[in-house]
């Protein structure tokens, strides 16, 4: 593509890590860069290609983006051996900022982060300033009794005629079948599980740190066999905390957690790009004004929405 330029980066103490750095090709870059890398262990080019799409279309409105693998993950390897795998993603978070800023002289970034990777950037950003926005989606929920049993029942109803529910039937199959391996976690990688009750206790001790250094914060959350969304749903009790207020809450019922669907992407590149382009430009761009109503995506390039 003419607007953009990609170069491929080993990075971080011995060249451990492996990511890709665009930029816009025929303008001066915005003084934001967006950091992209991994949905639990899928490759940094993000589920459906969505992270390689998202970095054309923030490319094309002036922003430079850097997608990697965390160390030990896709074609990185292991950065440390901290047996914490926060600590290891943190790590992993700043070696690529040290990279885009060493590149690019840029000094501030914008995290997307996707599922597993929501806590990683929450927790880079608790510690490392260079963060002032995070894009996050699908990360931590906490319905409450009437919104879990809604769901319990929605689902029931919903997943045989999901078109993903015969791709995960078979593998819940193979999961249980005697002597099968695919439950193992990666040694030291993806191990680490908290209760949920600790979850939300470090979900909002860390949320109002973030909010009280007045980091920008975008929470997505997928309409996965969701199907509503009533008053912030996702957040539970903490949706009437008053640190909340300030974030912007978007529950996307047409986007799924692997954004399968032409549409789910289009949509999904709209709100992240949008959100993205604006913080990292650092005003409020003509396209955010003239956003289309919830459900009605943008034109975005079909090499770009195509799975």
């Given at each position: 593509?003419?607007?953009?330029?990609q170069?491929?980066?080993?990075?971080?103490?011995?060249?451990?890590?492996?990511?890709?750095?665009?930029?816009?090709?025929?303008?001066?870059?915005?003084?934001?860069?967006c950091?992209?890398?991994?949905m639990?262990a899928?490759?940094?080019?993000?589920?459906r290609?969505?992270?390689?799409?998202?970095?054309?279309?923030?490319?094309?409105r002036?922003?430079?983006?850097?997608?990697?693998d965390?160390?030990?993950?896709?074609?990185?390897?292991?950065?440390?051996?901290g047996?914490?795998?926060?600590?290891?993603a943190?790590?992993?978070?700043?070696?690529?900022?040290d990279?885009?800023?060493?590149?690019?002289?840029?000094?501030?970034?914008?995290?997307?982060?996707?599922?597993?990777?929501?806590?990683?950037?929450m927790?880079?950003a608790?510690?490392?300033?260079r963060?002032?926005?995070?894009?996050?989606?699908?990360?931590?929920?906490?319905?409450q009794?009437r919104?879990?049993?809604?769901?319990?029942v929605?689902?029931?109803?919903?997943?045989?005629?999901?078109?993903?529910?015969?791709?995960?039937a078979?593998?819940?199959?193979?999961?249980h079948?005697?002597?099968?391996?695919?439950?193992?976690?990666?040694?030291?990688?993806?191990?680490?599980?908290?209760?949920?009750?600790?979850?939300?206790?470090?979900?909002?001790?860390?949320?109002?740190?973030?909010?009280?250094?007045e980091?920008?914060?975008?929470?997505?959350?997928s309409?996965?066999?969701?199907v509503?969304?009533?008053?912030?749903?996702?957040?539970?009790?903490?949706?009437?905390?008053?640190?909340?207020?300030g974030?912007?809450y978007?529950?996307?019922?047409?986007v799924?957690?692997?954004?399968?669907?032409?549409?789910?992407?289009?949509?999904?590149?709209?709100?992240?790009g949008?959100?993205v382009?604006?913080?990292?430009?650092a005003?409020?761009?003509p396209?955010?004004?003239?956003?289309?109503?919830?459900?009605?995506?943008?034109?975005?390039?079909a090499?770009?929405?195509?799975?």
């Amino acid at each position: 593509m003419n607007d953009l330029m990609q170069t491929p980066h080993r990075f971080g103490p011995g060249d451990a890590l492996m990511g890709m750095l665009t930029v816009p090709a025929q303008q001066v870059p915005a003084p934001v860069a967006c950091l992209m890398f991994n949905m639990g262990a899928n490759h940094r080019v993000g589920p459906r290609r969505i992270n390689v799409k998202l970095a054309h279309v923030l490319a094309a409105r002036g922003v430079s983006s850097l997608r990697f693998d965390l160390g030990g993950v896709g074609d990185s390897d292991a950065l440390d051996t901290g047996p914490d795998l926060q600590t290891r993603a943190v790590h992993s978070l700043q070696a690529a900022m040290d990279l885009a800023q060493g590149v690019l002289g840029i000094r501030q970034f914008a995290v997307v982060a996707m599922c597993s990777g929501v806590e990683h950037a929450m927790s880079a950003a608790a510690v490392d300033a260079r963060l002032v926005a995070l894009s996050l989606f699908d990360g931590f929920a906490f319905p409450q009794r009437r919104t879990r049993w809604e769901l319990t029942v929605r689902r029931a109803l919903a997943v045989p005629m999901h078109p993903s529910f015969p791709g995960k039937a078979r593998r819940w199959v193979l999961r249980h079948l005697p002597g099968s391996t695919a439950t193992r976690p990666l040694p030291g990688y993806f191990a680490d599980r908290r209760p949920p009750d600790v979850n939300a206790i470090w979900f909002e001790a860390t949320m109002k740190r973030l909010v009280e250094r007045e980091v920008a914060v975008q929470l997505l959350y997928s309409g996965s066999l969701h199907v509503r969304d009533r008053d912030r749903d996702q957040l539970g009790a903490l949706c009437r905390e008053p640190f909340m207020q300030g974030l912007q809450y978007e529950f996307m019922r047409d986007v799924d957690h692997t954004v399968c669907t032409v549409k789910g992407q289009q949509l999904f590149l709209q709100s992240v790009g949008d959100w993205v382009a604006e913080h990292c430009l650092a005003t409020s761009s003509p396209q955010r004004h003239s956003r289309p109503a919830a459900g009605t995506p943008r034109a975005i390039p079909a090499t770009l929405a195509a799975p």
